[in-house]
């Protein structure tokens, strides 16, 4: 049994809108990562998947809660600890383009981790980056390049290149290939997939696309506005969705056979406001099964099964 590398507890991050409240966009999260273990993440755009990576991160300041990290708590950090701490753990940005620096080559970008943290410097940096570069397919054509001579598929790799650079044990993955062609996709899950299998690497993989979480990771969290609906093995959400939610998102992927498809189920009504959300069930306005419970009461996140936790009032 793998060891836990990550713990988190109770974990909330609220936006503050003025003259209307707050916006819960993370809203009391618990759970573990193992060790070497791939964590999928999803949920509709706005759920606060993102934001959940960067509070992972310290990218942006929690409200509440903690992040342990191999029994350090990140959100507690002092500046000098974090620096540190920021060794081993990174992020794979969504967008390819806007988190690399435009006035730098591959090269610069790659190195600059390195010279922050004063770890390689001269000839020695240079032939690090060129090690760096071989393990993850970027070419010695590109090293010169900057960043808008090169396609997606191409610069999604610097980033990943330049995210290894320190060698971290834990990388979150933000939603790393929704920005690529459909081939180019596949090329980046599997470059995902040999380097976790040949660095040890854990990931907490956020993405929208369940086909894409399902091939990557061997646990998936479902999230619906700020909370986690649904905790599961890849295989058993799968086959088994407890939660509505879960099961109308897993209604909606296609079905590659020809005269075969699923019973649709479509989500009837808006997306509640989540600035000071409502007392009971986030999902209760759109869920088809809701009874007077679901409205007045929150449901707690529970196991049902073991390894299997669901929020719902119906289980």
Not at 10 to 32: I, T, W
Not at 93 to 111: E, G, M, N, W
Not at 288 to 295: F, N, V
Request: with cysteine.
């Amino acid at each position: 049994m793998s060891e836990t590398i990550i713990s988190v507890k109770n974990l909330k991050k609220y936006f503050d809108v003025k003259d209307r409240g707050k916006l819960h966009a993370v809203d009391d999260l618990s759970f573990d990562i193992k060790e070497g273990e791939t964590l999928g993440l999803v949920g509709e755009s706005g759920c606060g998947k993102s934001t959940t990576g960067r509070v992972l991160l310290r990218l942006i300041p929690a409200t509440g809660g903690q992040v342990i990290y191999r029994g350090e708590d990140v959100l507690a950090a002092k500046p000098a600890q974090l620096k540190v701490l920021r060794r081993k753990m990174q992020m794979i940005f969504q967008d390819p383009y806007s988190c690399l620096d435009p006035r730098k080559t591959v090269r610069q970008i790659i190195a600059e981790p390195l010279l922050v943290q004063k770890l390689y410097k001269g000839r020695a940096l240079w032939q690090k980056v060129e090690e760096l570069m071989a393990a993850t397919g970027v070419t010695a054509e590109m090293a010169d390049k900057f960043p808008h001579e090169l396609d997606g598929g191409r610069r999604q790799r610097v980033g990943i290149t330049r995210a290894l650079a320190l060698n971290p044990e834990f990388i979150v993955c933000d939603e790393p290939v929704s920005a690529l062609d459909v081939s180019i996709q596949a090329q980046i899950l599997n470059l995902l997939q040999d380097l976790q299998e040949k660095m040890g690497l854990t990931y907490l993989f956020i993405s929208h696309d369940l086909s894409v979480v399902k091939h990557i990771s061997q646990r998936i969290m479902v999230m619906y506005l700020g909370r986690i609906v649904e905790e599961a093995t890849s295989e058993e959400l799968f086959q088994q969705p407890l939660h509505p939610y879960s099961q109308a998102l897993l209604s909606a992927i296609p079905v590659p056979k020809i005269g075969k498809q699923r019973e649709r189920i479509i989500l009837k009504g808006d997306v509640p406001s989540p600035i000071n959300p409502a007392p009971g069930c986030r999902f209760a306005k759109r869920c088809w099964r809701a009874e007077e419970r679901c409205s007045k009461e929150e449901p707690v996140l529970r196991e049902v099964a073991p390894g299997h936790r669901v929020a719902c009032h119906l289980l």
